[in-house]
């Protein structure tokens, strides 16, 4: 990187050029911001963007996963009976519409959800306000650490791979941001998938043991094992800790293109942005600002395009029979759900997705950001 060695050794050129490169991050394998901060302050900065958009959006998720779990027909138990919204290959119709979990309020709600506000409302109605922020603590446990490889790695991954293309393939630069972003998605997912996993289960069922604190993280993941361990049908203990990574190939069928869609829409939206700013990028307000809307745009189309994924991704996921959940592959529940719901099956809660996916990306990388850029001022001042 000679060139980064020659411009720093001015002050002045060094500023000009971090005005004009920090804050379209990806892109610049020439912003100083990009070189001199270590992974840890990238994770440390995409850490505290995951927190926010994680508490922020967790309602949201809620709501997708209730609508794709009842679209699934994954019953709502009570002591004695069990209830359960319509038909299909997964889950058998078990209908007890007279003996129905009865509301906080004392009036039964035995209907299916209609939508995101019907299930806003029912929830408050029958489990109380704060279980639309079911799944928190997992959503927390799991962002942090998920966010904090992801975006770290994409940085590092896109600065690399951005000045080896210019150097030996010009072509191919344009495609740099996606493939970065797949490869640093996937690193991600992997490693914290058995958080996901008991995300997943917290939000896909109804609580009706009143009185008594749901399972958390731990137990919602001991559970899993302890399922599998109870039917005796695979011994080892390798196997019982695999179904940790249950459904892994859906997650990651899911979030590579999610990714891959994300950040190819995002670096020329935002590009256009800053350029479009009559060159104060040097701006927190541009920084957020122009971060902030590309993120946006990009979650909501990327998060509309894998809809049918992330319903693919929950069925399986919420599949307690372990012997078939091992057996499922993405493209069998994808055939079972259009089998079953159609278009609008494959599309069950794409409104709270695509409500969620825009402004979480939003924030994460508006906030990511724009804390880089304080970090890098901060760091600027002091050698100055």
């Known amino acids: 990187m000679s060139a980064e060695a020659s411009s720093s050794s001015s002050s002045s050129s060094s500023e000009i050029n971090f005005q004009n490169s920090s804050s379209i991050q990806t892109n610049s394998m020439a912003s100083p911001s990009n070189v001199n901060m270590g992974f840890s302050e990238r994770a440390l900065s995409a850490a505290g963007a995951a927190f926010l958009s994680a508490i922020i959006v967790n309602p949201l998720d809620v709501a997708k996963t ?21 038909t299909n290959t997964m889950l058998p119709d078990t209908r007890c519409f007279p003996s129905c979990y009865r509301s906080v309020l004392g009036e039964p709600s035995c209907s299916p959800y209609k939508g995101t506000l019907d299930v806003f409302y029912k929830v408050i109605r029958q489990e109380g306000f704060g279980r639309l922020w079911r799944g928190t603590t997992a959503s927390l446990a799991l962002s942090v650490p998920t966010v904090g490889i992801y975006l770290p790695c994409y940085d590092i991954l896109c600065n690399f791979m951005e000045e080896y293309s210019s150097q030996n393939a010009p072509s191919m ?8 972003g797949s490869v640093a998605r996937s690193l991600a997912c992997i490693t914290c998938y ?24 731990l137990k919602t993941l001991d559970g899993v094992i302890s399922t599998n361990r109870s039917t005796g049908t695979l011994g080892s203990s390798l196997h019982r800790f695999r179904f940790l990574w249950t459904g892994l190939g859906a997650q990651l069928a899911r979030d590579v293109p999610f990714s891959a869609i994300c950040w190819a829409t995002l670096e020329p939206v935002r590009r256009q942005i800053f350029a479009m700013s009559a060159g104060d990028v040097s701006s927190p307000v541009t920084v957020v600002g122009a971060n902030f809307c590309g993120g946006f745009v990009a979650g909501c189309l990327a998060g509309a395009c894998t809809c049918p994924l992330d319903v693919a991704k929950t069925r399986r996921q919420i599949e307690k029979d372990q012997v078939r959940a091992m057996k499922m592959t993405t493209r069998q529940t994808l055939i079972e759900i259009w089998r079953d719901g159609g278009m609008k ?37 002091t050698k100055n």
Do not use: W
């Open 194 to 217: 058995p958080i996901e996993l008991a995300r997943t289960r917290m939000q896909a069922f109804k609580d009706t043991r009143h009185g008594k604190k749901p399972p958390g993280v």
């Open 66 to 86: 209730r609508l794709q779990a009842q679209a699934a027909g994954v019953p709502f138990q009570n002591l004695s009976h069990t209830c359960s919204f319509g």
């Open 173 to 180: 630069t344009p495609y740099v941001p996606l493939v970065a």
């Open 345 to 381: 099956g494959l599309f069950m809660g794409v409104g709270p997705r695509v409500a969620r996916a825009g402004p979480s990306v939003g924030i994460v990388v508006s906030f990511y950001e724009v804390v880089k850029y304080v970090l890098h001022n901060r760091k600027y001042q």
